[in-house]
């Protein structure tokens, strides 16, 4: 077999690491992505550009920072340690928060056009019917905004098994811990082990076409529904 234990281990941490992280991501990004789509406040621009910084910031910067800020000396590293949690720099929970910051405009930033390409309309309408705002959102804005969470889901969960340059600063390549897909290739290409590595690298390779067309498929398909 060219794969090895270690192998099929990271490639589990991987589905583990991308499904947490895009569960998470949908939940938090929608009110945020309401909140920047709905709001006048003048902090909407300045929110929005954090929002997309991991898109232009190097992943080694913010890595290192997450580094810094998580470790037993950072301000979240204290918090933790005063929560008893210990501290979350080289485990699978500092991993999954880093995953979550880094790939955080890829859920926002799909949910954010869905809701813009809604309109307001919609919501003054349920008004008018005398719906709850809650009510409205839950039963107007989310289904109206279906095509925006498939997409933000699928980019959240392909960007998440694709991280190198975060996993290696904040979580290391711990076996069965935070080794996850794409550290795996680099040990491999590190211990000239290139079967092993093509064999992942393909299999990765594979996969982000998948993405990349499904991802172009369900545009199309809006395009013809006028989402």
């Not at 809701?115 to 919609?122: K, L």
């Not at 109206?144 to 390549?173: D, S």
Request: glycine share 8%; no cysteine; proline share 7%.
């Amino acid at each position: 077999m060219v794969l090895s234990p270690d192998d099929f281990s990271a490639v589990w941490l991987t589905l583990q690491l991308a499904s947490l992280t895009t569960v998470l991501l949908l939940v938090l990004a929608t009110p945020l992505a309401w909140w920047l789509t709905r709001t006048t406040s003048p902090w909407r621009t300045p929110i929005n550009a954090i929002v997309a910084l991991p898109l232009v910031l190097p992943p080694t910067v913010l890595g290192f920072y997450l580094l810094v800020a998580l470790g037993p000396h950072g301000p979240a590293g204290q918090f933790t340690q005063w929560l008893g949690w210990g501290s979350l720099s080289f485990t699978f929970s500092g991993l999954l928060l880093g995953s979550v910051i880094y790939s955080l405009p890829f859920a926002v930033q799909p949910l954010q056009h869905a809701f813009e390409t809604m309109g307001t309309r919609p919501m003054e309408v349920a008004a008018t019917l005398r719906a709850r705002p809650i009510d409205a959102f839950l039963s107007v804005a989310l289904p109206m905004a279906r095509p925006g969470f498939v997409t933000a889901a699928i980019l959240t969960f392909a960007h998440t098994v694709g991280e190198f340059g975060v996993v290696m600063m904040i979580g290391g390549n711990i076996p069965g811990q935070t080794r996850v897909v794409s550290t795996q290739i680099y040990g491999h290409v590190e211990a000239m082990e290139y079967a092993q590595a093509h064999w992942l690298a393909g299999g990765m390779l594979v996969f982000s076409f998948v993405v990349l067309l499904a991802a172009g498929r369900l545009q199309r398909r809006n395009m013809r529904i006028g989402l």
